[in-house]
C-alpha cells in the first residue's frame, strides 16, 4: 500500500470517529436541554406561589380595614349582616335587581354622614353668628346712654375687649337685667369650656387607642391614611412575626417554608446533577480534543514534510537546471565541489529573505534575460523592504524658522552667540611650508584630543605637526616615500588613543603606522627639508607596523570557507579605513575595519602582523572591549591575517566611524545608504558573512514648489505706479498699505518658504506657503518689504505645485568629533525662485533620525558648476566650543570661508558685511578654488588649517577670543537655558580640558604599554609577598633587575648576556617571567644611525617633548621599541 492511500485510509477513519462523537456530543446536548426545561418549570410555579402568598397578605390587609369599616357604620352586631346582604356573590333576589357592592354602600353612607356632619356645623356656625351680632347690637346700645363709660369697660372687659364701639351705653338698670339674665348661659359655657379642656389634657396625656377612627379623617385624606395604616401594620407583622414567631407559631407560615425548602433542595439537585453532565461532557470534550489535536498534528506534519519535499524538489530542479545551462553538465555539480554549497546556501537565503521581506508577493531582483545576452545594471540601488528613508523635506532652513526667533530663550543666545564670535579676532594668517618633493598636501587628519595634524602628501610622503606649538605647529614625526613615482596618500585615520595612524594610498596599499619613535635618518631630513627646533630636535620617523597590498592580494580571502565559496570575484583596492573599537587590557586597537572599492568591508585581526616576529606570545594580551566571535573555522587573507566580511553596499564606502566612537559600526556610502552594523551573533548572515542591524538612506532632495507659469499672480497692494495710469496720491497709498497690513496680519502666517535679498533695490522678498499643499497646488503669499524701514512694497498671492528635486551629489560628509552625528553636505541646482545652494543636514546616529539642523548657504553659477566638477567644497565640523556649547560648522566653498552654528544655525564667520559676527579680511583670506580645511578647537581657539594640491604650504589663521569674562559668563547662562528647552534629554558635552602631563618615575626605557606591565608585575610581587612572606631585599633588587632585562628583550626581541651573579634562582612561588634560558627570537639589530640624546644644561640626556605621555625618543640602534618592522621602519617603495 502506497503513503498516499494509507493517508487517505487514516483520514476516513478519523473522519468517522469524528461523526460518532459529535452524534454524542449532541445528544448529551439535547438532555442538557431537557433538564433546562424542567428548571424553568420549577421556576415558574415557585413564582405563582410567591405570587399567591403576596396576594393573601394583602387580602388579610384588606380585610381588617374593612372590617374597621363596618364596625364604625354598622355596629359590632350587624357587620356580619351587611356583610351577606352586600356580598359580591350572593344571586339575584326575585325582583332581579342586581344587589349593590358593600364598598359602594360604605361609601354612600360614609358621604350621608359627611353631609348631615356638614349640615350640623352650618347651623351651629349660623347661630354663632346670630348670638356674635345680638351681642354688638346690646353694646351699641350702651354706649348710647350717657354717664356709663365706665360700665362700656367693664362690659367690654368682660364679653369682647374692643374699645371702638359706636353704640350707646345703656343704663345700669338695663345693664343689670341682662347680666343677670345672661348669667346661666355664661356659667354653661365657662363649664363647657372647662370640661373642653380637661378632656383635651387627658386625650393627649394618655396613649392613643383608636377612639377617633377613620370617621375623623377628611374623604380626600382617606387614600392617604389606608397607605400609611397598611404600612405600619406590615412593619408590625414583621417585628412580630421576627421576634414572637417560636412562642406564637403561625401554622400557615410554616407549611409555606417547609414547601420552599423542599422546593430549594429539589433545585439544588437538579443543579447539582446538570453540573455533574456538564462535566462529564467537558472530560468527554477535552478527550476528543486531546485526541484531535493529537491526529491533526500528526497529519499536519505530514502534509507539512509533503510540501517541504514539494519545494526542495522544486528548488533541486531549478538549481539544477540553472547549473546545467551554466556549466553545460547535464547532471549539475558534483556535490563535492565548494560552488554546490555556495549556490544552495545561496538560493536558501535568497528564498529566506523573500519570505522575510516580500511575504504576500513575489518579485524577482535579478534581471531576466537570455543567455549571452548584456544586461544594463540600474545606476540605483534596488529598493529592499527592510530600509528606512531619512526624509528632510519637512524641515525648513534654519534662517527662516520665525517661530523660533520669536521665542525670548532662543533670541538671548542666539545675540550672545553673535556677539561673542564678533569678538573672536582673526589673528595673523602664518603659513609653514613642506619640501617641493611632497608636491602638495591631499589629506589631513586631526587626532582625537586635536593635537597632532597627520598630513599625506601627493608624492606619498606622510608628515605629523604638533599644532599646539607657537608660533607656528612643529613637526615631530615623518615618513618619506622613497620611490620616484607618486603615490598620492588619499585617506588618513587615527586610533582613539592617538598612538596609530592608517593611511591608504593611491596604488592600493594600505599602512598601519606608530608615533613612536623609529629614529632619525639623515637622508629624510634632507630630502623633506626638515629643520630643528628651538632645542635642537629633528623629527623621527613613524614606525611602520602593518603593510596591506592589493596586488598581493592582502584584500582577498586564501584560506577558510568565503575563499573555497570563491565570494570575491576580484581584486578591490581599499577606499577607507578605520580602527575597530576591539581595545586590549592596555586600551591598543588592532583590528581594522577596511572598506574596497565594491562596497564590501573587512574586519582584521591584525594584532599578531602588528607584533611582528620579534615579539613573544606573552605580550600579546586578550580583548577586554568587543571580543572576537568565533563562527566557525576562519578566513584568512593574503598576509595571512584572520578576516570577517561584512556586505551590503552596493556603492563605494566615503565615511565610515562609529557610535559614540567606541560603539558600533556606521557605513555610509556615495548613494547616501546609512547601515548601522552591530557586531553580533545573530547578525551573521546564512553565508557566515555579517549583515547590518538597521539600513537606512537619507533622501538627497528637497521639496521645492514651482509657480505655475499659465495663471498670473494677483496683486492686492504696490507701491510701484505704472505711467499708463493715473499715479494715487500719498493718503490712497497709505490707506491701501494699512489696509493689506492687516489682511497680512489676519491670515497669520507661520514661518516663510523662501526670502530673497535685493540690496540694490533696498527690498526683501519673503514668500509664504500654506500649511498643506497638494499635488494640485497652492496660493503662495508674496510679500516684499523695505529692508530699511520695514515698510510694505508689494502684497500678492500666485498658485505654486509642489516639487521634488533631487541633489546633484553628495558633496561631502563627516563625524562630529563626539561621535554622535553625521554632517551631511549636499548640492542643488537652481529652481527659481531659489537659487544654486548647499544644504548642510546631519543625521543622529543615536536615534538614527533626521535633527533639527539645515543650512542652505547660495552659490553663483560659476560655483555651482565647480562644485558638479568636484573638489571645490569641503568642510569640517568642530568640536562644541567651551563657552556657547555649539558646534560648528566650517567650509571652504571655491575658496570662500563661511561658517555656521550647528545650534541656532546662524552665520558667524565669513567675509560679508552684514552679519554679526567674526568677519574675514577677503583681501587676506582669499584661498584658491579646491582648498580644503581642518578646524582645531583649542584652549578656546579656533585654528583654521587649510591646504590643497600642488600647493607646498599650509595656511594657519587662529581667531583668538578677546571676550571678557563677563562676557562668557552671560554667554554660557544663555546656552543652558537654550539647552533645557532645545536639547534636553542631550548629554551636555564637557566645556573644559585639563592637562596633565604624567612622568614615568625616571624610567625612561619603556613605554606607556611597558611601563603598565611593569607595574602588574610589581602588584603580582605584592600578593605573593602577602600570600608567602616578604622577599629578602636582595632578592626583591635581583627580581626588580630581571624584570627590567626580561621587558627589554621582549620589546627588543634580543637575548642579553647574563652573569651568574645578576640574580638568584627563583622560588616557584616567585616565577613569573621567562628567566635567562626563555626561548626569545633573536632577530639582528639594524645598524641604521640613530641620533643620540642631546645633553642639556642639568646635565641629563635631552628627550624630546612627549605626545599624550606615549611619544619617547629611546632606541636602540634605530629601532623602535614599539615593534614591528625592526630592519627598517620605512616603507619600501615597491611591493
Known amino acids: 500500500m502506497s503513503k498516499k492511500k494509507r493517508a487517505e485510509d487514516i483520514l476516513a477513519l478519523q473522519k468517522m470517529k469524528l461523526q460518532s462523537i459529535q452524534r454524542e456530543r449532541e445528544a448529551l446536548l439535547y438532555a442538557v436541554q431537557d433538564k433546562q426545561d424542567e428548571l424553568t418549570g420549577v421556576r415558574k410555579v415557585l413564582r405563582q406561589d410567591r405570587r399567591a402568598r403576596e396576594d393573601l397578605v394583602m387580602d388579610r390587609l384588606n380585610g381588617r380595614a374593612l372590617q374597621g369599616e363596618l364596625t364604625n357604620l354598622y355596629g359590632p352586631e350587624a357587620a356580619p349582616r351587611a356583610v351577606r346582604q352586600y356580598a359580591p356573590s350572593t344571586a339575584h333576589s326575585d325582583t332581579g335587581r342586581e344587589p349593590t357592592p358593600l364598598l359602594d354602600d360604605i361609601m354612600s353612607r360614609r358621604r350621608q354622614q359627611h353631609r348631615n356632619k356638614q349640615s350640623e356645623q352650618e347651623v351651629e356656625l349660623q347661630r354663632l353668628i346670630d348670638e356674635k351680632q345680638s351681642i354688638l347690637d346690646r353694646l351699641e346700645q350702651k354706649k348710647r346712654r350717657p354717664g356709663d363709660d365706665w360700665d362700656t369697660t367693664v362690659e367690654e372687659s368682660s364679653h369682647f375687649p374692643s374699645r371702638h364701639s359706636t353704640q350707646s351705653a345703656r343704663s345700669i338698670d338695663s345693664l343689670v337685667r341682662q347680666t343677670r339674665d345672661n348669667l346661666p348661659a355664661m356659667s354653661a359655657n365657662v363649664r363647657a369650656l372647662r370640661d373642653y379642656v380637661e378632656n383635651k389634657y387627658l386625650r393627649k396625656s394618655r396613649p392613643y387607642n383608636g377612639e377617633l377612627g377613620s370617621a375623623s379623617y377628611e374623604p380626600w385624606q382617606m387614600k392617604d391614611f389606608f397607605m400609611v395604616r397598611d404600612i405600619v401594620e406590615e412593619l408590625v407583622d414583621v417585628a412580630l412575626d421576627q421576634f414572637f414567631r417560636r ?203 586635536q593635537r597632532l595634524l597627520a598630513v599625506g602628501s601627493v608624492h606619498g610622503d606622510i608628515m605629523v605637526y604638533d599644532v599646539w606649538m607657537e608660533p607656528v605647529p612643529r613637526p615631530i614625526r615623518e615618513i618619506r616615500n622613497e620611490g620616484t613615482s607618486d603615490d598620492e596618500v588619499l585617506h588618513i585615520y587615527w586610533s582613539l588613543d592617538g598612538t596609530r595612524i592608517i593611511t591608504i594610498n593611491e596604488t592600493g596599499v594600505l599602512l598601519v603606522w606608530s608615533i613612536q619613535s623609529g629614529g632619525v635618518h639623515k637622508e629624510d631630513i634632507k630630502a ?180 505655475t507659469s499659465n495663471i498670473q499672480p494677483k496683486i492686492i497692494y504696490t507701491d510701484v505706479q505704472k505711467k499708463e495710469k493715473q499715479e494715487k496720491s500719498r493718503q490712497d497709498l497709505a490707506r491701501e498699505r494699512d489696509k493689506a497690513e492687516d489682511d497680512i496680519a489676519l491670515l497669520g502666517l507661520e514661518d516663510p518658504w523662501h526670502r530673497d535679498y535685493l540690496p540694490g533695490k533696498d527690498l526683501v522678498t519673503t514668500i509664504y506657503k500654506p500649511t498643506d499643499v ?31 528635486l533631487p541633489a546633484s551629489r553628495i558633496l561631502s560628509c563627516r563625524f562630529n568629533t563626539t561621535g554622535t552625528e553625521i554632517f551631511f553636505m549636499l548640492l542643488y541646482p537652481e529652481h527659481p525662485p531659489k537659487d544654486p545652494h548647499v544644504t548642510f543636514v546631519s543625521v543622529d546616529v543615536v536615534t538614527m533620525e533626521m535633527t533639527r539642523l539645515r543650512i542652505d548657504h547660495n552659490l553663483t553659477d560659476t560655483e555651482f558648476e565647480r562644485c558638479v566638477a568636484g573638489n571645490a567644497a569641503y568642510f569640517d565640523v568642530t568640536r562644541p566650543h567651551d563657552v556657547t556649547g555649539s558646534e ?248
Open 247 to 449: 412562642k406564637d407559631p403561625d401554622v400557615l407560615l410554616d407549611t409555606y417554608d417547609q414547601l420552599y425548602e423542599l422546593d430549594k433542595k429539589d433545585l439544588e439537585n437538579s443543579v447539582m446533577a446538570v453540573s455533574r453532565r456538564r462535566a462529564a461532557i467537558l472530560i468527554a470534550e477535552e478527550f476528543i480534543i486531546e485526541v484531535t489535536r493529537e491526529m491533526t498534528r500528526d497529519t499536519a506534519e505530514e502534509l507539512r514534510h509533503i510540501h517541504e519535499m514539494s519545494r526542495a524538489m522544486g528548488q533541486d530542479l531549478v538549481v539544477n537546471s540553472t547549473e546545467n545551462v551554466t556549466t553545460g553538465i547535464p547532471e549539475g555539480r558534483d556535490p563535492d565541489d565548494p560552488a554546490y554549497d555556495l549556490v544552495t546556501r545561496g538560493v536558501t537565503h535568497m528564498t529566506s529573505e523573500r519570505k522575510r521581506l516580500r511575504k504576500e508577493q513575489w518579485n524577482h531582483t535579478q534581471h531576466l534575460h537570455m543567455l549571452g545576452e548584456t544586461v544594463t545594471e540600474d545606476d540605483e540601488s534596488p529598493e529592499e523592504g527592510d530600509i528606512t528613508t531619512l526624509s528632510y523635506l519637512h524641515l525648513l532652513p534654519m534662517n527662516l524658522r520665525e517661530s523660533d526667533k520669536l521665542q525670548d530663550i532662543f533670541q538671548n543666545y542666539s545675540q550672545e552667540e553673535a556677539q561673542h564670535f564678533k569678538k573672536m579676532v582673526p589673528d595673523v594668517l602664518v603659513t609653514f611650508k613642506i619640501s617641493k618633493r611632497m608636491q602638495g598636501i591631499s589629506s589631513a587628519a586631526l587626532s582625537p584630543d
Open 528 to 707: 623633506l627639508d626638515l629643520e630643528k627646533d628651538s632645542d635642537g630636535v629633528f623629527p623621527a620617523e613613524l614606525s611602520q607596523l602593518l603593510v596591506m597590498d592589493v596586488d598581493e592580494d592582502d584584500f582577498n580571502f586564501t584560506e577558510g570557507p568565503f575563499f573555497e565559496n570563491q565570494v570575491q570575484t576580484g581584486r578591490f583596492a581599499p577606499t577607507v579605513a578605520a580602527f575597530h573599537p576591539s581595545t586590549t587590557l592596555f586600551g591598543t586597537q588592532s583590528d581594522l575595519v577596511i572598506c574596497l572599492e565594491n562596497g564590501d568591508i573587512l574586519k582584521c585581526d591584525a594584532e599578531k602582523l602588528m607584533l611582528g616576529d620579534t615579539k613573544i606570545n606573552k605580550l600579546t594580551t586578550p580583548r577586554v572591549v568587543s571580543e572576537k566571535i568565533q563562527t566557525g573555522e576562519w578566513n584568512s587573507l593574503g598576509n595571512g591575517m584572520e578576516a570577517e566580511l561584512l556586505r551590503a553596499h552596493q556603492f563605494p564606502v566615503m565615511l565610515i566611524g562609529n557610535i559614540h566612537n567606541n560603539g558600533d559600526l556606521v557605513t555610509v556610502d556615495t548613494k547616501g545608504y546609512i547601515f548601522h552594523w552591530k557586531y553580533k551573533r545573530r547578525h551573521i548572515s546564512s553565508y557566515d558573512w555579517f549583515v547590518p542591524f538597521k539600513k537606512y538612506r537619507l533622501e538627497t532632495a528637497e521639496r521645492t514648489f514651482t509657480p
Open 774 to 804: 497638494t499635488q494640485a497646488g497652492a496660493l503662495f503669499h508674496i510679500i516684499s518689504r523695505y529692508q530699511s524701514t520695514g515698510q510694505l512694497s508689494t502684497y500678492m498671492t500666485r498658485l505654486y505645485k509642489p516639487k521634488k
Open 888 to 1135: 560648528y560648522i566650517v567650509a571652504v566653498i571655491c575658496g570662500t570661508v563661511v561658517g555656521f552654528s550647528v545650534n541656532t544655525g546662524s552665520y558667524i564667520l565669513g567675509t560679508r558685511q552684514d552679519f554679526t559676527g567674526c568677519r574675514l579680511n577677503p583681501k587676506e583670506i582669499n584661498w584658491p578654488a579646491g582648498t580644503d580645511i581642518r578646524v582645531a578647537d583649542v584652549h578656546g581657539t579656533f585654528m583654521l588649517l587649510s591646504y590643497m594640491k600642488k600647493q607646498n604650504f599650509v595656511s594657519v589663521l587662529k581667531l583668538q577670543d578677546k571676550n571678557p569674562s563677563s562676557t562668557r559668563q552671560r554667554m554660557w547662562e544663555a546656552y543652558k537655558l537654550w539647552s533645557d528647552v532645545y536639547q534636553p534629554q542631550r548629554w551636555r558635552q564637557e566645556q573644559t580640558m585639563r592637562h596633565q602631563h604624567w612622568a614615568l618615575s625616571g624610567r625612561t626605557y619603556v613605554d606607556a604599554e611597558l611601563y603598565a606591565r611593569h607595574l602588574l608585575y610589581e602588584m603580582m610581587d605584592r600578593a605573593i609577598q602577602q600570600q608567602d612572606g616578604k622577599y629578602h631585599p636582595d632578592e626583591v633588587a635581583a627580581y626588580k633587575k630581571e624584570d627590567k632585562r626580561t621587558l627589554q628583550e621582549m620589546i627588543l626581541g634580543v637575548q642579553f648576556p647574563r652573569s651568574a651573579s645578576v640574580s638568584p634562582a627563583p622560588t616557584p612561588q616567585a616565577s613569573r617571567l621567562p628567566t635567562a634560558g626563555s626561548k626569545v627570537s633573536t632577530q639582528p639589530i639594524s645598524k641604521a644611525p640613530s641620533r643620540q640624546p642631546t645633553q642639556s644644561k642639568s646635565g641629563g640626556s635631552k628627550q624630546p617633548s612627549g605626545i599624550g605621555g606615549n611619544s619617547r625618543q629611546a632606541t636602540r640602534g634605530g629601532q623602535s621599541q614599539s615593534g614591528g618592522n625592526t630592519g627598517n621602519s620605512r616603507r619600501p617603495s615597491q611591493r
